[in-house]
């Protein structure tokens, strides 16, 4: 007899018992690990690239070593399509050759290392990576999303130096010879670079109806029990 292939074990959800945020007013949802603070009061905020004030943004971090510090995973920002916007990837060309000309007089170098399309729910979006040269090598990444006629950023930052010691387990080596400060910050620039990406697979838009008005209608009484009628219909 043929023997049957073992049934592949399937993978566990790693944010299964995540909490979930919702914004009915900007029409997004995301899952975020339970030990994270929202900070939902982030001030407006210019993007120093693109010179666009944003609608809205909210911080999702970790309060690390004591209450006033804090470990950003990610950021989401809100902000309308400009006047001349034509479509997302126009748009984030414009934004990959800001960011290498305002890299281009850093000490270390800084520019864009990476774009990629990728999906984010069913829609075709941008991920953005610049790193600089120097000993850090700190990475940014932002990830560019729209609808109706909103953009989305969701960004975050870790550094590729401190990730490689932590992956390498030299990073608790180095911590010793340093203090306790440095080995949470090793280890919150490692959680920071793991859970971001899985915070943004869980990126969600709201239901279109959610986000527009319902259409109103004029129910008109007669012999024959009424009819509704659909303005605009009619």
């Known amino acids: 007899p043929i023997a049957k292939s073992p049934s592949p074990t399937p993978t566990p959800d790693a944010t299964a018992n995540w909490k979930t945020y919702r914004n009915e007013e900007y029409g997004f949802e995301v899952k975020y690990p339970s030990a994270l603070n929202l900070d939902k009061n982030a001030t407006f905020w210019i993007d120093p690239v693109t010179n666009e004030g944003n609608l809205f943004r909210i911080i999702f971090q970790k309060s690390y070593q004591n209450p006033d510090r804090h470990y950003n995973y990610l950021t989401i920002n809100v902000k309308n399509k400009p006047a001349d916007f034509v479509d997302l990837e126009t748009y984030v060309e414009e934004i990959v050759k800001k960011i290498n000309k305002a890299g281009e007089g850093a000490a270390a170098g800084y520019g864009v290392a990476h774009v990629d399309k990728i999906n984010i729910d069913n829609k075709e979006s941008f991920r953005i990576q610049a790193q ?29 130096y401190e990730l490689e010691l932590v992956e390498s387990g030299e990073a608790a080596k180095f911590a010793e010879s340093t203090d306790e400060q440095t080995r949470q910050r090793f280890e919150e620039n490692k959680l920071s670079h793991d859970f971001a990406p899985k915070m943004i697979s869980t990126f969600q838009f709201l239901h279109p109806k959610i986000l527009q008005p319902e259409i109103p209608y004029i129910k008109v009484i007669s012999p024959n029990g009424g009819e509704k009628w659909i303005a605009g219909n009619t």
Do not use: K, P
């Not at 940014?140 to 930052?157: A, G, H, R, S």
């Open 132 to 160: 600089s040269g120097s000993v850090s090598r700190h990475t940014d990444v932002w990830v560019y999303t729209e609808q109706l006629n909103y953009i989305y950023t969701l960004e975050y930052n870790y550094s590729a």
